[in-house]
C-alpha cells in the first residue's frame, strides 16, 4: 500500500446497516466533495431491500442539518475479475463476521488490510481467516442507526480509535486514520485491546441492558437501579480484562472503565460519596447518548441472531477459564435469547427481573 496518498484507494465497506451505510455515504460524499479522487468505495450487501432503496434515491443521511441523499449502488456479488480492495470495512454484526471474511477475504489486495468494525474482540476472529497482518481495528465511539432501508440516522456524534490488536506499530494505520477522517476524528493506539476490552464493558451494559429494557439509552438510565444494573455487569467485565492482562482505556477518552467498576465495598452497600460519582457518570453517558437505541436489539426485530454471545458471553466464557463469576453478564445473556425466542419481551420489567435473578438484590440495595 506504499505511496497510497498518491493512488485511488479502493474500499470495499461490506454491510449497509446503521454503520456501513454511514461509513459508505460519507466516504462517497466526502469523495466527490473534495475533488481529489483519491477513494473508490464499493458497498457490498445481500440485503435486496437496502440494494433497491440505494438504487432509487441513493443513501438517505439524517441529522440535525435534516435529510440529504448521497447517490451510490450496493452490489451483491463479487466477480473474478474485480479488482483487489486496499481498505475491506467489515461492518456487518459480530455473528456474521467471520462469514462475511470468508466471502470477501479472496479480494483483499497484497498489502491490504481488513477493518473490524464490531464491538467484541472480532480481530482475533477475523485473523484466523485473513492472518494476523492483514487485520486492523476501528472502535467505533459514534452510534448510527438504519431506520428503513437504505436511510441513515447518526444518534450520536463521536470518531474513531483504530490499532492492531497485537500491539504492533503498522504504518497502515495513519492511512487508514486519513480515510476515516470524514466520518469522525481518529485516534491511533498502540492499545487496541484496552480500547476494545474497555467499549465492551460498556456495550455488556448499554447494549445488552437497552435490549432488555427495550427503550433508548436516555430513559433507561434515569432509573437507578438501572444504572445499578450498568455497574454490576461493568465490573464483572472488568475483573476478566484485569485477569487477562489487559490495561483498560478510557472509552472516548473521558469514561474511566476501571473506576466505573464497583469496589468490594461498594457492591454490598447502597450508598457512599463513590457510588453517588458513578451513578452521576452513567447519568451524564445516558444524556450524551440519550438517543443511542440497542443495535442489538435492531437486529432482533429484523429477525437476525442477536450478537450478545460476543458481548456478555464473551465475559462468561473467559471468566470462566479464569475461575471469575459472572452472574449478572451471564443472566443477562440467556434473558437476550429469550426475547430473540420470543419466549421474553423487553421492558421495563424484564430488567427488573434481572435484578431480581441477581445473587445480591439491586433492587433491595437501590443503587
Not at 466477480?79 to 462475511?100: C, H, K, N, R, S
Not at 465495598?265 to 460519582?277: C, I, K, N, Q, T
Not at 423487553?346 to 439491586?362: K, M, W
Amino acid at each position: 500500500m506504499d505511496g497510497l496518498a498518491d493512488q485511488k484507494q479502493r474500499v470495499l465497506v461490506v454491510g449497509c446497516g446503521g454503520l456501513g451505510g454511514i461509513v459508505t455515504a460519507s466516504l462517497l460524499e466526502h469523495g466527490r466533495a473534495s475533488q481529489e479522487g483519491h477513494v473508490d468505495v464499493v458497498a457490498f450487501s445481500r440485503n435486496r431491500a437496502v440494494a433497491r432503496a440505494v438504487a432509487e434515491r441513493g443513501f438517505v443521511l439524517r441529522g440535525v442539518e435534516g435529510a440529504r441523499a448521497v447517490e451510490g449502488r450496493v452490489v451483491d456479488a463479487l466477480g473474478p475479475d474485480t479488482a483487489p480492495f486496499d481498505w475491506i470495512i467489515l461492518a456487518v454484526q459480530p455473528t456474521q463476521v467471520e462469514e462475511a471474511a470468508r466471502s470477501v477475504v479472496s479480494h483483499l489486495a497484497e498489502g491490504g488490510a481488513m477493518v473490524c468494525l464490531q464491538n467484541g474482540l472480532c480481530e482475533e476472529r477475523v485473523a484466523q481467516i485473513a492472518g494476523p497482518e492483514r487485520v486492523l481495528g476501528a472502535v467505533v465511539a459514534w452510534g448510527g442507526s438504519m431506520v428503513e432501508p437504505g436511510v441513515y440516522d447518526r444518534t450520536a456524534a463521536g470518531g474513531f480509535t483504530v490499532g492492531r490488536i497485537d500491539g504492533k506499530d503498522d504504518e497502515r494505520l495513519a492511512k487508514l486514520a486519513l480515510l476515516l477522517e470524514p466520518i469522525g476524528p481518529v485516534t491511533v493506539t498502540s492499545n487496541l485491546a484496552g480500547a476494545r476490552w474497555s467499549k465492551l464493558a460498556i456495550n455488556c451494559a448499554i447494549s445488552t441492558l437497552g435490549t432488555l429494557g427495550g427503550k433508548a439509552l436516555g430513559p433507561l438510565m434515569l432509573h437507578r437501579f438501572v444504572r445499578r444494573l450498568a455497574l454490576e455487569v461493568v465490573t464483572e467485565a472488568v475483573e476478566v480484562a484485569r485477569a487477562e492482562k489487559i490495561r483498560l482505556e478510557k472509552v472516548s477518552g473521558t469514561l474511566d472503565i476501571d473506576w466505573i467498576a464497583l469496589t468490594d465495598a461498594e457492591r454490598h452497600m447502597s450508598g457512599s460519596p463513590g457510588l453517588v460519582a458513578k451513578h452521576g457518570m452513567l447519568l451524564a453517558v445516558g444524556a450524551r447518548y440519550r438517543r443511542m437505541r440497542s443495535s442489538m436489539l435492531a437486529a432482533i426485530e429484523r429477525g437476525q441472531e442477536p450478537p450478545v454471545d460476543f458481548l456478555n458471553g464473551e465475559i462468561t466464557r473467559r471468566g470462566r477459564k479464569h475461575g471469575i463469576s459472572t452472574p449478572f453478564n451471564h443472566e443477562a445473556c440467556n434473558m437476550v435469547h429469550a426475547i430473540a425466542a420470543g419466549t421474553m419481551k423487553s421492558g421495563l420489567s424484564t430488567l427488573e427481573e434481572l435484578a431480581r435473578r441477581a445473587p445480591r438484590s439491586v433492587l433491595e440495595l437501590g443503587g
